[in-house]
């Protein structure tokens, strides 16, 4: 493990230091720059019953996160014009602005998730597709440590 304000591979366990408000891992040297938090006792043993009986949680599953079509704009305007309707006409129906529609279908505007899922009911199109879920943990990162403060920031020292 490595120090989170240096950047130095840590030997045996790092100290929780908290550094202007933000808890941080860091080397015994770094330390001194915050404040050396307490591990928290631990109230009871992990595989100790609840004494109130209530029933366990069970993780969530992860939900699908989805993503609007890249040819939304498109999309929007051709099954409008399509049921023959005015841009008013359809803002009133899915109880918009008629400048919202007006800046989707221009494309300076990406409808957020909820906006496209009245788009879809209301024009009978599908602008939502699943997308895969690769966070940038997933991809790699181009520095196998990752940065740190120290990367970023000069420490001056007295």
């Known amino acids: 493990m490595r120090c989170e304000i240096c950047g130095k591979k840590i030997v045996g366990t790092p100290l929780k230091t908290k550094i202007d408000g933000s808890v941080m891992l860091t080397c015994k040297e770094c330390s ?3 404040k050396v938090q307490r591990e ?3 109230q009871r043993r992990q595989g100790a019953p609840r004494k109130t009986g209530a029933p366990r949680r069970r993780p969530r599953p992860a939900e699908p996160t989805y993503e ?4 939304c704009n498109l999309l929007v305007r051709q099954a409008r014009e399509k049921k023959g309707w005015s841009r008013e006409e359809l803002a ?3 109880y ?3 400048s919202v529609i007006n800046r ?3 494309g300076k505007m990406i409808p957020d998730i909820k906006l496209a899922r009245k788009l879809e009911r209301t024009l009978g199109i599908t602008l939502l597709e699943k997308s895969d879920g ?3 943990e997933d991809i790699g990162h181009l520095n196998a440590r990752g940065a740190t403060i120290g990367d970023i920031a000069r ?3 007295n």
């Open 92 to 94: 009133e129906k899915i």
């Open 32 to 34: 001194k720059f915050g």
């Open 68 to 71: 609007v079509v890249e040819d």
């Open 155 to 157: 420490i001056k020292r």
């Open 134 to 136: 690769a966070t940038p």
């Open 40 to 42: 928290p006792q631990k």
């Open 96 to 98: 918009e602005k008629a």
């Open 104 to 106: 989707i279908e221009s």
